[in-house]
């Protein structure tokens, strides 16, 4: 008898966290949150959104070239 208390009880409980997590969209949260700074760590190499963070790709530093080389010392 205390068997089919407990098993009623943890339904319950489930039921009730289930409800909880897609009223709040707790799933959704954890996996697009955090996605958006991979994103741009992905694209541009830098912690943060892709659209913050694109001026930060090396793609878009100034570079320059020597032809000659550097001096030996």
Known sequence: ?????????LLAVTF????????????????SGPWQSLAG??????????EKTAVSHPNGHGR???ITGEPAQ
């Open 1 to 9: 008898m205390e068997a089919v208390l407990i098993i009623v009880l």
């Open 16 to 31: 009730t966290v289930a409800n909880f997590f897609k009223k709040q969209e707790l799933i959704k949260q954890l996996i």
């Open 41 to 50: 760590l992905i694209e541009n190499g830098v912690w943060g959104t892709p």
């Open 64 to 66: 320059h070239i020597v």
